[in-house]
Antibody, heavy 119, light 110 residues
Framework: EVQLVQSAAEMKKPGESLKISCKGSGYSFTSYWIGWVRQMPGKGLEWMGMIYPSDSDTRYSPSFEGQVLISTDKSISTAYLQWGSLRASDTAIYYC????????????WGQGTMVTVFS | QSVLTQPPSASGTPGQRVTISCSGSSSNIGSNYVYWYQQLPGTAPKLLIYRNDQRPSGVPDRFSGSKSGTSASLAISGLRSEDEADYYCAAWDDSLSGPVFGGGAKLTVL
């Protein structure tokens, strides 16, 4: 079965760092781009960026460039999304999803990771 | 403000047919495939329609998609209570060099 499994929910304080993960299985992890999508409470879906695990080619939405870092460890079929200094406005559900192709959107989604930033 | 425009809500009674529209531009829908996602409450989005009008295996044929120019539509026939969800359209955007989404339409089955 093709699936993406994400790390568990996180509760952090403003200013703290965080790295969440997304592990792929059931397919050739290095053959598909992996994207990250934010969903703020009660809001819609926003594309943050994507990475190609084979060569770590990474693209960011202008809205998220410089705010987050996307990386991958292809040896363990895992992609990551990380923050150096969290803000309350980063509170959201973050989904990883597999791109059907470079100029396509997503077919398989992870279950989501809830990130709560509060003081 | 989402790049793709959807109505915020839609509704119908069991058995009815409803459609949800999605409007974009030449840089997204006009030149790339449209995808539709269903998000049930508290769950991750699920692919409903890909490449404008294709259904993944397991998606009932009550769901259908179409595209014309810079607009697309999702039709749901034989409406059922379990269809209550948020529906999002999406497409690759050549200006952004990434995917863009509609704001989502909340479907209520009356």
């Amino acid at each position: 079965e093709v699936q993406l499994v994400q790390s568990a929910a996180e509760m952090k304080k403003p200013g703290e760092s965080l790295k969440i993960s997304c592990k792929g299985s059931g397919y050739s992890f290095t053959s598909y781009w992996i994207g990250w999508v934010r969903q703020m409470p009660g809001k819609g879906l926003e594309w943050m960026g994507m990475i190609y695990p084979s060569d770590s080619d990474t693209r960011y939405s202008p809205s998220f460039e410089g705010q987050v870092l996307i990386s991958t460890d292809k040896s363990i079929s895992t992609a990551y999304l990380q923050w150096g200094s969290l803000r309350a406005s980063d509170t959201a559900i973050y989904y990883c999803a597999r791109h059907l192709g470079q100029r396509h959107t997503f077919d398989i989604w992870g279950q989501g990771t809830m990130v709560t930033v509060f003081s | 403000q989402s790049v793709l425009t959807q109505p915020p809500s839609a509704s119908g009674t069991p058995g009815q047919r409803v459609t949800i529209s999605c409007s974009g531009s030449s840089s997204n829908i006009g030149s790339n495939y449209v995808y539709w996602y269903q998000q049930l409450p508290g769950t991750a989005p699920k692919l409903l329609i890909y490449r404008n009008d294709q259904r993944p295996s397991g998606v009932p044929d009550r769901f259908s998609g179409s595209k014309s120019g810079t607009s697309a539509s999702l039709a749901i026939s034989g409406l059922r209570s379990e269809d209550e969800a948020d529906y999002y359209c999406a497409a690759w955007d050549d200006s952004l060099s990434g995917p863009v989404f509609g704001g989502g339409a909340k479907l209520t089955v009356l």
